[in-house]
């Protein structure tokens, strides 16, 4: 069965945000590279390509604080 969308969910998600701040290193992009069979070849100031900036900004979490679907709970997430 897949699950349908509710619009006054979806409706609550408008207008917020979240921000975070990250040092951006080289490490992750090089390990993302090699993944993909590729000698590393990025260097400080290359643009990322699309979707990589996924590789920083990771949030943590205790094992105690997730939820059922692995991600943080309580008042500080960003979850319905």
């Known amino acids: 069965m ?12 408008v207008g917020r945000e ?3 701040v990250d040092t951006l290193t080289l490490g992750p992009a090089n390990l993302m ?3 993909l069979d590729r000698a590393p070849k990025l260097t400080h100031g ?21 939820g059922r679907e692995g991600i943080p709970h309580g008042a500080d997430s960003f979850r319905l």
């Open 2 to 13: 897949q699950p349908t969308l509710d619009p006054e969910i979806l409706c609550q998600w």
């Open 46 to 66: 290359d643009v990322l390509p699309p979707l990589w900036h996924w590789l920083y900004f990771l949030r943590s979490a205790r094992l105690s604080a997730l």
């Open 33 to 35: 590279e090699m993944t």
């Open 18 to 20: 979240e921000q975070q």
